[in-house]
């Protein structure tokens, strides 16, 4: 529902209204269920005619009164005759509100259909249209139960002026299934509690951002809330361990956790939704600095569905928290591991983690700085699965583990070796070989050169040229799936290699050359994004970071004053063009298409500043 009318507040009975004049038929049927009415009674289609055939009582005017009531059903248009699942799923594919309101004055059965979808989620995103929702549910005798309808309630837009005061009205909704306040800081105990007290439906909590909230919300949650799904207290620190512990106890059909800033919780918390909680799906404790290695274990261990353990920033975890858990047993399942800044793990741990969680898709080991190439090649046995790797900061890796890498997990989409030191051109001609590679992040590797841009360029317009092929050769169809590209201080770039990646990836949206000399001309500087407010004059100076229209902006002001050589046809133009067509013909060779499960695309973590 985008919006809450002006004219859905509760009709006046007393007031003649088309198609509304009677109460609605709860049972949603246009005929009268009065034992008067005439009611045909439809033949048995199994039932043979030998009884109509041989009743002596049947007359002639028997039969008129039969045709008669059948005529009167046969008056009715088709549309009101049609079952309410199916009206239903009709009315619900109007996007517009207005329109809905407009089926509800066409008939009664009408009316108790679209009015439930109508306040089934009111948008509550004006103050005016709160204080509207508010008064109607205040009513003594409305005349739909529009209490009974409201099923998601949103209060985030109104997220800085909204308190309990605001929140109280809307306590007399029993059926609500999702309820979302984030940020609302404003709100306390109180108000929360008056949501939650009796609210045996509902599904999910997001309470995200609100500060104020305490351990007697959480008890009120475990008591009532048996049914919950999902809950999100990101950054409510003033929720004990105990209350947490409650809640684990009592809802054990959670699926979807978020503890995400909550530095005072502790392993028992996270234990007790292990233990009891084997339905997660997803469980983030970024910034949990307080739980260690026996959580995680239990996590992986009861987990029967887990997909996605975010753990970025829990300090105390160790080799142990993977090296713990059982032979010859793997979990199928998991999809997305963030272990970012886990600064105590080693290559071990990689080891064991790509040995039980084979089908993992997007891997995060960013500022892990104890890994070194045996963990890369751990994951390049990943294969196909792989599409998401962070290893910046990682700073032990070499060219010889990035080819590995390359070699075997051909769907990477997104790959970031910010920091990665020790990297050269060899390796990044290696990764531009990927057919699918849409980011990529190489801040700070200071040993590239012009070589590793243009080989990025070329691989683009190559694969074009590969694929099309079958179809006729054709010239012009230089196309790139590159989209966001990471160059920040990689001092050795320059001018020409860059408009040659610009020309080659139309789909580009992002391009990064902060502290890149070449690039800190005034004539740029309108093309360039604003350094962020917190940044020192010196980090303003060499900011430069282009996205959205300014790619496009520099792209022509460059072409402009640099008109853009013939083009990959010319055979004497880039003397590399052969072996990049070649690598990329193998890598199309050896790639398949991608399976039916959905891409988990991160977001993104490249390393910049």
């Given amino acids: 529902?985008?919006?809450?009318?002006?004219?859905?507040?509760?009709?006046?009975?007393?007031?003649?209204?088309?198609?509304?004049?009677?109460?609605?038929?709860?049972?949603?049927?246009?005929?009268?269920?009065?034992?008067?009415?005439?009611?045909?009674?439809?033949?048995?289609?199994?039932?043979?005619?030998?009884?109509?055939?041989?009743?002596?009582?049947?007359s002639s005017i028997g039969n008129t009164f039969q045709d008669m009531a059948v005529s009167e059903e046969l008056k009715s248009a088709p549309a009101a005759r049609l079952p309410a699942e199916v009206l239903i799923a009709i009315f619900s594919k109007l996007s517009n509100p207005h329109d809905q309101m407009n089926c509800m004055r066409v008939s009664k059965l009408w009316a108790n259909t679209c009015v439930e979808l109508l306040w089934h989620r009111p948008a509550c995103t004006t103050w005016e249209k709160h204080e509207k929702i508010c008064n109607t549910l205040s009513l003594d005798h409305p005349y739909f139960a529009y209490r009974e309808f409201i099923k998601r309630l949103n209060l985030a837009s109104l997220a800085k002026d909204v308190n309990d005061g605001s929140v109280e009205?809307?306590?007399?909704?029993?059926?609500?299934?999702?309820?979302?306040?984030?940020?609302?800081?404003?709100?306390?105990?109180s108000g929360l509690i008056a949501l939650l007290d009796q609210s045996v439906n509902l599904l999910a909590l997001d309470i995200a951002g609100n500060e104020e909230i305490t351990e007697a919300s959480m008890k009120t949650l475990a008591r009532f809330c048996h049914k919950l799904q999902g809950l999100n207290i990101t950054g409510c620190q003033k929720i004990s361990n105990e209350s947490l512990i409650e809640v684990a106890n009592n809802c054990k059909y959670i699926k979807r956790l978020k503890l995400n800033d909550c530095s005072q919780l502790e392993d028992g918390a996270i234990l007790a939704f292990a233990n009891n909680c084997q339905n997660i799906l997803e469980i983030d404790l970024h910034q949990c600095r307080n739980v260690g290695n026996d959580p995680v274990t239990a996590l992986l261990l009861n987990g029967l569905c887990l997909r996605e353990l975010r753990l970025a920033n829990c300090e105390l975890i160790s080799d142990s928290a993977f090296l713990n858990l059982p032979l010859n047993k793997t979990y199928e399942h998991l999809r997305i591991l963030d272990l970012t800044s886990c600064s105590r793990l080693t290559d071990r741990a990689v080891e064991k983690i790509i040995d039980v969680a084979p089908r993992l898709r997007n891997l995060v080991f960013a500022k892990c700085r104890n890994l070194t190439d045996f963990a890369v090649i751990a994951i390049s046995k990943l294969?196909?699965?792989?599409?998401?790797?962070?290893?910046?900061?990682c700073g032990n890796i070499t060219d010889i583990a990035v080819k590995q890498l390359v070699k075997s997990c051909n769907r990477i989409r997104y790959i970031d070796l910010g920091c990665c030191i020790h990297l050269t051109d060899d390796s990044i001609e290696q990764l531009a070989t990927l057919p699918k590679l849409r980011r990529i992040g190489l801040v700070k590797c200071s040993n590239i050169t012009d070589r590793s841009v243009k080989a990025l360029a070329i691989s683009g317009a190559s694969r074009t040229r590969q694929v099309t092929r079958q179809g006729g050769y054709i010239h012009n169809g230089y196309t790139s799936s590159l989209e966001r590209v990471h160059l920040s201080y990689c001092t050795n770039l320059t001018l020409s290699s860059i408009l040659l990646l610009l020309n080659s990836c139309q789909k580009l949206t992002h391009l990064s050359l902060t502290g890149v000399q070449a690039f800190l001309r005034p004539d740029?500087?309108?093309?360039?994004?604003?350094?962020?407010?917190?940044?020192?004059?010196?980090?303003?100076?060499?900011f430069?970071?282009?996205?959205?229209?300014?790619?496009?902006?520099l792209r022509n002001h460059l072409n402009e004053g640099n008109p853009p050589s013939p083009g990959f046809d010319d055979e004497h133009n880039h003397l590399d063009d052969q072996t990049m067509t070649g690598m990329i013909g193998g890598a199309a060779l050896t790639g398949e298409d991608d399976d039916a499960d959905e891409e988990l695309d991160g977001d993104e973590n490249a390393v910049e500043t």
């Fill in 169 to 189: 009205p809307l306590a007399v909704c029993p059926r609500v299934e999702r309820l979302t306040l984030t940020n609302c800081k404003n709100i306390t105990d």
């Fill in 1 to 58: 529902m985008r919006g809450v009318l002006t004219n859905l507040e509760p009709l006046d009975t007393n007031e003649p209204r088309r198609g509304l004049q009677a109460p609605l038929n709860p049972e949603g049927d246009s005929q009268s269920s009065s034992s008067n009415s005439p009611s045909p009674i439809r033949p048995d289609p199994d039932e043979s005619d030998f009884y109509n055939v041989n009743n002596d009582s049947q």
């Fill in 524 to 542: 740029f500087e309108r093309f360039c994004r604003e350094a962020p407010p917190e940044f020192t004059e010196h980090q303003r100076n060499v």
């Fill in 383 to 393: 294969g196909k699965n792989l599409h998401y790797l962070h290893l910046g900061h």
């Fill in 544 to 553: 430069c970071v282009f996205s959205g229209d300014g790619v496009t902006g």
